[in-house]
């Protein structure tokens, strides 16, 4: 596939097409209308940031928010501080987010912004500002109702609540409307509306999925393997979740490399080593990364970088299924190589969609004001995560394709579906 990942979300999109056209015949015009017009974002804004600095100058940051289709509900999607950050990335983002809020059924089309900054070399001071900035200038273009912005790569709850703040003001001072302004962001720290159960939102609807393929694959938790590369946020609660429901997590990796324990490890204690040392990698036997992938486990759990699996590495692979916690780690050259050998791919659209649906949650709470507890918020993830994965099993079945095609055809059919109601296809 291409380098460029628009292009890339193009081609997936037209593979999906194809396997559900037969199901449109008697409207095979509109659905060709429809798939043309979900081929590119419905606007995408760019702009230059001016933002002060601490020594006096004025610095321009290229900034961009792309918002992809909105046919099922408001643009959602996260905003990254990345110096990678442009044009073509984001629209693929966006595109990728209307798939993934339509997997769980959430009432969301996808969005995705970013600027152009390794945030590591501001300050907290000049941070602030370009958050802000960044904020004001978006002010016009989202709301609760139309575009729902979030953290990602590099963003935080702090910068929500910059933003939120900053959000607000720009609404006064242009005498708009002051629509919701906390359900204009979500990811925002609990003290400014945000939800119980966001931290561990991603990796535990991994876990629920995980709970679901088990018994598909005639697996028994105590005595299914798991590795886990990467230990952030998504790795680490996936692994503890996984840990307490019995599983054998046997292995973990940060960027340092990775750590085996026989008969599976206790990932609150490796954490805190990795705390204590700044690596996991010694908690246990060490391995490498790129060990820790051809590993002989029954599910391995890419959690960390893009790309980590591809053509050179696909076929030694070992694991049973592979369950992408991370965004793209497997290549679109790896996945016909893993499915001939036999390895079930649970796509990222699906298995890390659980952070998405706790920040709609997070919505919902700030648009009624009422507040539900952890327990509330974990009881409505756990069936929504499981039937998401109950509808991809049957489309993967019922086509006899591979577990990325089928979730992607339960997407764009979902969005296809809506678009056609509406007609709003010109």
Known sequence: MSSNPHQNAVTQLEQVASLLSDSYQDRQAEFEAAIDKLKEPDQVFETELSVKMDDGKTKKFQAFRSEHNNARGPYKGGIRFHHDVNRDEVKALSTWMTWKCAVTGIPYGGGKGGV??????????????????????LSDKIGPWVDVPAPD??????????????????????????????????????????????????????????????VELGLKPKQTTIAIQGFGNVGYWFAKHAADRGYQVVTVSDSKG????????????????????????DFGKKISNE?????????????????????????????????????????????????KNGVVIIPDILANAGGVTVSYFEWVQNLQGYYWTHEEVISKLQPLMEKAFAEMWVTKKEHQVDGRMATYMTAVKRVVDVMLLRGNLS
């Open 116 to 137: 152009v900054v390794n945030p590591r070399e501001l300050s907290v001071g000049e941070l602030e500002r370009l958050s802000r900035a960044y904020s004001r200038w």
């Open 153 to 214: 790569v590099n963003t935080t709850g702090q910068i929500m609540a910059w933003m939120v703040d900053e959000y607000q003001q720009a609404l006064a001072e242009k005498g708009l409307i002051q629509e919701n302004p906390w359900g204009t962001f979500t990811g925002k720290p609990l003290e400014l509306g945000g939800s119980e159960g966001r931290e561990e939102a991603t990796g535990l609807g991994g876990v629920f999925v995980l709970d679901k393929l088990v």
């Open 258 to 281: 990775g750590t085996y324990v026989e008969g599976g490890m206790n990932p609150e204690k490796a954490l805190a080593h990795k705390r204590k040392t700044g690596t996991v990698s």
């Open 291 to 339: 060990e820790l992938l051809e590993l002989e486990v029954d599910i391995l759990v890419p959690a960390a970088l893009e790309n980590v699996i591809h053509e050179g590495n696909a076929a030694n692979i070992k694991a049973k299924a592979i369950i992408e916690m991370g965004n793209g780690p497997v290549t679109p050259e790896a996945d016909p190589i893993l499915t």
